[in-house]
């Protein structure tokens, strides 16, 4: 079963939203300065959502590790 584009791009808005979070937090603990840590997180923000994208669409393409659904013939 392929997934649709648009399920890519749910899951690729709500995994990067996590990871930005956590991107930010360490930003903060290392730098100790906030508006250094947000800086961060929103490019990290955008480039990753783009590479996440593409690189879900391009999993999607490859049969490894699925299992073929069977096929019902009424």
């Known amino acids: 079963m392929n997934e649709k584009p648009y399920r890519s791009i749910v899951k690729t808005i ?5 990871g930005t979070i956590d991107t930010i937090v360490i930003s903060y603990l290392v730098t100790g300065n906030f508006a250094m840590a947000a ?3 929103s ?5 990753k959502m783009v590479l ?3 690189h879900e669409r391009a999993w999607n393409k490859i049969s490894f590790g ?6 019902y013939q009424i």
């Open 14 to 18: 709500s995994w990067r939203a996590i």
């Open 66 to 71: 699925r299992e073929k659904q069977p096929e």
């Open 52 to 54: 996440f994208y593409f």
């Open 43 to 47: 490019i990290e923000l955008v480039t």
């Open 39 to 41: 800086s961060i997180g």
